[in-house]
T-cell receptor
């Protein structure tokens, strides 16, 4: 398996623009997680899905953030409108059951 | 509020010596603890874990110790190697699958 795939790897955009981050989990994994990494707060859980259903989105910072998982092999995290404070590395991770999570390589987002 | 804390943002160790990375937590409901290792431009990768019913777990050069009364765990790497230079994240979970991560400790092993 290729592991968790994220795209794009880098995204530079201007404040106010819409940003869409994409994730393909490992085949067969039933949980998918979106994290944000910052220097101040480390890795923060934004939202996670179980069998494509959002279970806990309490970590989503604002209504500007939304996430979807239309099927077992694809998820998106959207920020609209984006702001400079959204600049961070966003990770997607997947897991089967209670095993250890496998992380993707991350998307480095810079909002100017 | 951070439920998992790594108070040392960085640590430098000479090659061959022991590296000790520390982690504190506040939630007594955590029942499983993990360490992840992260290289630049890569996602975190799982390193070692420990259940709350144990106080030690060893895997090769890596050992994790858990002190539940102190709500403290530590990762020991011995002997340290230059390839161990990375950011190490401590994580914890309750019965659910979502993990709570610390802010990370950057380990530098000096050849």
């Amino acid at each position: 398996d290729a592991g968790v795939i994220q795209s794009p790897r880098h995204e530079v955009t201007e404040m106010g623009q819409e940003v869409t981050l994409r994730c393909k989990p490992i085949s067969g994994h039933d949980y998918l997680f979106w994290y944000r990494q910052t220097m101040m707060r480390g890795l923060e859980l934004l939202i996670y899905f179980n069998n494509n259903v959002p279970i806990d989105d309490s970590g989503m910072p604002e209504d500007r953030f939304s996430a979807k998982m239309p099927n077992a092999s694809f998820s998106t995290l959207k920020i609209q409108p984006s702001e400079p404070r959204d600049s961070a590395v966003y990770f997607c991770a997947s897991v089967s059951g209670a095993d250890e999570q496998f992380f993707g390589p991350g998307t480095r987002l810079t909002v100017l | 509020d951070q439920q998992v804390k790594q108070n040392s943002p960085s640590l430098s160790v000479q090659e061959g010596r022991i590296s000790i990375l520390n982690c504190d937590y506040t939630n007594s409901m955590f029942d499983y603890f993990l360490w992840y290792k992260k290289y630049p431009a890569e996602g975190p990768t799982f390193l070692i874990s420990i259940s709350s019913i144990k106080d030690k777990n060893e895997d090769g050069r890596f050992t994790v110790f858990l002190n539940k009364s102190a709500k403290h765990l530590s990762l020991h790497i011995v002997p340290s190697q230059p390839g161990d230079s990375a950011v190490y994240f401590c994580a914890a979970r309750t019965g659910a699958n979502n993990l709570f991560f610390g802010t990370g400790t950057r380990l530098t092993v000096i050849p």
